[in-house]
């Protein structure tokens, strides 16, 4: 293999590792915990179901969020103006409905309760969650949203198998009542698929790109390598 043939091998698997990075998901265990026997277990990571396409999903999400979680939660990153634009919900509605918080569309999505009382109120500020799902990934944030259970012992009467003693209540707990498990999963997941999107916007554009990009890049390899094999014919 010549210099260039390498250097171009090495440009293709350069970018195959970079849009694979992106996407990689969390994997393994979400969580340790002791069951009943004393017995240490690890929880394993439920499959978030990411899909930016489905703009019902994401809708339905960003009405989660600003429902259930804006309330303590903010989103500094992300403007209400974004979503109506992004999510195609017209911005009449965004107003009415998901600016729960602010009452200018141009803003962005901050807590309705200042952070720094509440940490006084629950022992721990509520972080931002406009990178949550990057920072975490989208299952351990799923797995996180559906593994709430009833702890007697903790001030909310709730803990998390993934986070151990939250001191964030099962805020979804009446939603969780009401539905039925597979219910309530989707409604999770769209929540989460919402999140997702916040943190980065573009992530689907960027896979489809990087996807017709290697694609063009090996494409581009042929006549490359035949060029390249022209030119050095007559030098030994
Ligand atoms: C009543 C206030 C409150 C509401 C409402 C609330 N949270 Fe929280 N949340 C918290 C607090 C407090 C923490 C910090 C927990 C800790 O560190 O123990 C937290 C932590 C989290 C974390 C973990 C952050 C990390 O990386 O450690 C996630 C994820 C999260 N919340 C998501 C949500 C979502 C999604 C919603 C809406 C369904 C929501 N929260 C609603 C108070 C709230």
Not at 7 to 20: K, P
Not at 73 to 89: F, G, N, T
Not at 129 to 148: A, I, K, P
Request: aromatic share 10%; with cysteine; proline share 5%.
């Amino acid at each position: 293999m010549n210099t260039l043939t390498k250097y171009l091998t090495g440009l293709g698997l350069g970018a195959a590792l970079t849009l694979t990075a992106g996407t990689a998901m969390a994997e393994g265990a979400c969580g340790t915990f002791t069951n009943a026997d004393g017995v240490v277990e690890h929880l394993a990571c439920s499959t978030a179901p990411i899909d930016f396409t489905n703009k019902g999903s994401l809708q339905n999400g960003a009405k989660m969020f600003m429902n259930y979680c804006a309330g303590c939660h903010s989103a500094k990153y992300v403007r209400h103006s974004r979503i109506a634009k992004d999510l195609e919900i017209p911005p009449e509605l965004v107003e009415k409905y998901l600016m729960v918080t602010t009452d200018q569309i141009g803003d962005h999505i901050n807590a309705e309760i200042d952070p720094e009382i509440q940490a006084s109120w629950f022992g721990a500020a509520p972080p931002d969650l406009s990178l949550e799902s990057r920072l975490r990934g989208d299952d351990w944030v799923y797995t996180y949203l559906l593994s709430f259970y009833e702890d007697p012992s903790r001030p909310w009467g709730a803990n998390n198998l993934v986070l151990a003693n939250a001191a964030m209540p099962h805020v979804l707990h009446n939603l969780q009542e009401d539905l039925s498990k597979e219910e309530f999963e989707t409604e999770v997941g769209d929540l989460v698929n919402f999140m997702a999107w916040m943190a980065e916007p573009v992530r689907h554009d960027r896979q489809v790109i990087g996807f017709f990009v290697i694609i063009f890049l090996l494409v581009l390899l042929i006549p490359v390598y035949l060029l390249n094999k022209e030119f050095w014919k007559d030098i030994k």
